[in-house]
């Protein structure tokens, strides 16, 4: 009986990362496969074509791994069907003749590389033999990466030397074991045991390390590459690192690496990505197999300011030494037991391959194999650096770009750069002493984009209101319910309410809670506060009484005004007083100074305690002075109050207003409900400028209230769709400022043209007399793009806190401007706008 010889010589199982590499090759089509890699073999001197192809074809019988091709059992489980024999792919053409010999073999390259593979149909490696002269030929091998790793393609190259020396016959070579035999070893492993370790290993990372915008639509991309080099010297000097403390120079790369990644991604405690050579020493034989071994694993480090560069390497490669006998377990697993602290989207390959053999003598009449070219190369992640040793070591940081420019991208290698220098420099600096950014930059955003140093009128809102009381007492100060107050009578009743505050005890600086409705009866009350030298507290009557209660015992609330209709809103504990029984009593009022403290307001609480923030009269004049042009505000202008007085956006109405000489239109709680109602009173009053929330204008419909040509916007994110919607015909300004920093930090006008569908707006760059900065965990100043906490300083600081909250700060960027500024971002602002 006749037996039918199979095609199938044997079927494999896969290793952890081809798992993971067919995975991504079923992402996209086969143009798109970044894991198609390319080297190029320079071959000077007498070529013998056929044997040069019986040489290739004798190596593909000799590893089976070059015969794989792989697919899916009707299980779903993958496999690797290795053929009993394939096919060589294998082209030639002559450049030799063509003047432009040199671009067209790039193009050909090029072409072979965007071809891709179609990994269900092996072999997966195309040979391109190009002619550039009688003795000049170059040799391009496409692979893809799930049969061959780095450390296989030097063995390949020697093999072939060597099988070419031999006429072509591949049995010249030594016998050698397959790969299938490390197959079988992974099987024999105690996986168990591994997963606990890397459980251990990753333990308390409960946050992903990620650096790149979000992008749920990420498809595969060929990256993009910028080259760096460290000299001669430091690569010497970072030996010297290395060797004196005990580690690898691999190390050294990864903890400088992790330093700048904790400043990216604003994390102290980060995960990235690395390769390992995955080679068993336990299997015999397997450091010259061919195949792939390699595993991409995280790495871990955690940064404390006070850890000394020596000291962060020592425990890197510690923790590494600890996992070595677990790299074998595959990331996809890794990251399903140790939860979202295993995921990161940066990758470090230190590329400590062994070499070729070393080339023969000079013959005329011998074909020398040597490099022709820079390999090709890339990854799935965002941020991929390729390290190569040697004399001068070489940085290769290949980047998406979709996701980075090539700008940003310099950047991050230059920061690297710099950091690998300041470890040379001294490896016991503490890790809080390493700067990313050079003098330049430094400068940057720290001096020219914070040059904000003005000056303003000294005098206090009260004093400023006073002077506009002397010299137009007629001038309408407040309008409500149909209803105008001068500044004449603002200033009698004020004055009336003030005198009777200090007969009860209100003096410098004692906190006065104000429980009272909206309207005129509360800004006279603001005003009889501070003429009497005390702080006011704002309760807003319709907030829940336990939260009034807080804030009335947390400020230290003197005592409390309030109406009829708002008496009931506190207990009986509290000292309230009903604002019409204060009486009227004679008395000088004192002078009111700047550093006094003005009002304490609460934060809204909604991610943890509410903080009672206290505001000094300084704070307060130079809010007045920095925002009376972003409002637009002055004598015969009615600027509408809006917000919740318990919110800090009602301090900027008030003190904008009331320092300019304008007219202050209080919306009632009926108008601040009912969007016609609102736009009735805004068309009634000749309201003209409004500082309110983005939110507010989505209810509203320009034409309802075309009367207002200058919008304030601030306290929530504006999309660019409303703000190009309300653009039209009216100004718009985009600010931001938390409740700690006097209402309002930055300010942009924003441009003519907005369209929906672009960027969200920035929230501007830093009010006169205040300086913000986007630092780092470590307190230092962040490269531009890059996230961070946002610091700030000046005049519009509040004087200090009371009591004390749990407080989760946004994150923001700072980026350059088209007139040479740099303009803030909050960073889901900006990642929607890089995708």
Same mark, same amino acid.
Not at 363 to 386: C, E, F, K, M, R
Not at 709 to 716: H, I, K, P, S, T
Not at 735 to 761: R, S
Not at 762 to 777: E, M
């Given at each position: ?576 007083? =009903?604002?019409?029984?204060? %009486?009227? *009593?004679? $008395?000088?009022? #004192?002078? +009111? @100074?700047?550093? &006094?403290? !003005? ?23 130079? =809010?007045?002075?920095?925002? %009376?042009? *972003?409002? $637009?505000?002055? #004598?015969? +202008? @009615?600027?509408? &109050?809006? !917000? ?37 009173? +805004? ?153």
């Amino acid at each position: 009986m006749t037996r039918t010889r199979t095609a199938i010589e044997d079927i494999w199982p896969l290793s952890p990362l081809q798992e993971g590499l067919l995975f991504h090759a079923s992402l996209g089509d086969e143009a798109s496969d970044v894991y198609a890699g390319q080297r190029a073999l320079a071959l000077d001197g007498p070529l013998d074509v056929g044997r040069l192809r019986r040489s290739w074809e004798g190596l593909i019988a000799r590893h089976g791994t070059l015969r794989a091709s792989f697919r899916r059992r009707k299980s779903g489980e993958a496999v690797q069907v290795i053929a009993r024999e394939v096919d060589l792919p294998w082209r030639e053409v002559d450049l030799s003749g063509l003047p432009e010999a040199e671009a067209e073999a790039a193009r050909l390259s090029g072409a072979e590389l965007t071809v891709g593979f179609d990994v269900a149909r092996g072999p997966l490696l195309r040979l391109l033999l190009l002619r550039l002269g009688e003795r000049r030929h170059r040799l391009v091998l496409t692979t893809h990466h799930i049969v061959l790793d780095g450390w296989s393609l030097p063995i390949l190259v020697n093999e072939l030397e060597m099988v070419y020396r031999a006429g072509g016959d591949a049995g010249a070579l030594p016998a050698i074991r397959s790969y299938r035999d490390y197959l079988a070893w992974l099987g024999r492993q105690d996986r168990d045991e591994a997963r606990a370790a890397w459980r251990e290993e990753l333990a308390g990372a409960e946050e992903p390390t990620l650096v790149a915008p979000a992008n749920p639509a990420r498809l595969p991309l060929r990256p993009e590459t910028v080259l760096g080099e460290c000299d001669a010297e430091l690569t010497r000097a970072l030996n010297d690192v290395a060797r004196q403390g005990g580690v690898t120079m691999a190390t050294v790369v990864q903890g400088a690496w992790a330093l700048v990644l904790a400043r990216l991604s604003g994390r102290r405690d980060v995960v990235f990505g690395t390769t390992v050579a995955g080679r068993p020493a336990d299997l015999p034989g397997a450091e010259s197999l061919i195949g792939l071994f390699i595993n991409t694993l995280p790495v871990r480090a955690e940064l404390a300011g006070d850890l000394s560069v020596a000291e962060l390497l020592s425990e890197l490669q510690s923790r590494q030494v600890n996992l070595m006998g677990h790299q074998y377990l595959g990331l996809a697993e890794i990251k399903q037991l140790a939860g979202p602290g295993a995921e990161f989207d940066t990758l470090v390959v230190y590329e400590n391959y062994p070499h070729s053999a070393a080339p023969a003598p000079y013959d005329p009449d011998t074909l020398v194999i040597g490099p022709g070219g820079a390999p090709q190369d890339a990854s799935h992640y965002p941020l991929g650096l390729i390290v190569i040793p040697g004399e001068r070591m070489e940085l290769h940081l290949d980047y998406r770009p979709d996701l980075f420019d090539r700008a940003r991208a310099e950047k991050v290698l230059a920061s690297l750069i710099r950091v690998l220098e300041q470890f040379a420099e001294d490896p016991e600096r503490r890790l809080s002493a390493i700067d990313l950014l050079d003098e330049a930059e430094r400068a940057v955003v720290v001096e020219e984009w914070n040059a904000t140093a003005r000056d303003v009128d000294a005098s206090t809102v009260p004093q400023r209101f006073r002077g506009w009381v002397m010299r137009t007492p007629e001038a309408t100060a407040l309008w409500s319910r149909q209803q105008a107050v001068s500044y004449g009578d603002l200033d009698a009743r004020s004055d009336a309410l003030a005198r009777g505050l200090i007969a009860r005890g209100v003096g410098r600086e004692s906190r006065v809670g104000l429980c009272l409705p909206r309207g005129t009866e509360m800004v006279t009350a603001v005003l009889a506060v501070w003429k009497a030298g005390g702080a006011y507290v704002p309760l807003d009557p319709e907030y829940p009484s336990d939260r009034l209660l807080f804030m009335v015992a947390d400020s230290g609330a003197e005592l409390v005004l309030v109406a009829e209709e708002t008496a009931d809103r506190l207990s009986a504990d509290v000292e309230t007083v =009903l604002v019409g029984e204060l %009486g009227t *009593v004679s $008395g000088e009022l #004192p002078d +009111v @100074t700047s550093d &006094q403290l !003005a009002y304490v307001i609460y934060t809204s609480g909604s991610t943890g305690r509410p903080k009672g923030v206290a505001v000094a009269h300084s704070s307060v004049a130079n =809010l007045a002075s920095a925002m %009376g042009p *972003v409002l $637009g505000a002055e #004598p015969g +202008v @009615t600027a509408l &109050q809006f !917000a919740s007085f318990s919110f800090d956006a009602a301090v900027l109405d008030v003190a904008v207003t009331l320092a300019t000489g304008g007219t202050l239109a209080i919306a009632t709680s009926e108008e601040r409900q009912d969007p016609s109602a609102l736009a009735a009173m +805004v068309e009634a009053a000749g309201v003209s400028t409004a500082s309110v929330v983005p939110s507010l204008l989505g209810a509203l419909e320009p034409n309802s209230v075309s009367g207002v040509g200058n919008w304030v916007l601030g306290a929530e994110r504006l999309e660019a769709g409303l703000a190009a919607k309300w653009r039209e015909g009216a100004r718009v300004w985009n600010t931001y400022g938390p409740t700690e920093a006097t209402v309002i930090t930055t300010a942009v006008l924003l441009e003519e043209g907005i369209a929906g569908e672009d960027a969200p707006p920035a929230i501007g760059s830093p009010l006169p007399n205040i300086r913000t900065y986007v630092l780092d965990s470590f307190l230092r100043p962040v490269p531009v793009g890059v996230a961070g906490e946002l610091y700030i300083a000046g005049d519009g600081l509040a004087r200090g806190y009371i009591g004390r909250s749990d407080l989760t700060a946004e994150r923001f960027v700072a980026c350059p401007f088209g007139d040479g500024s740099g303009r803030m971002y909050r960073t889901g602002d900006l990642a929607r706008w890089a995708t």
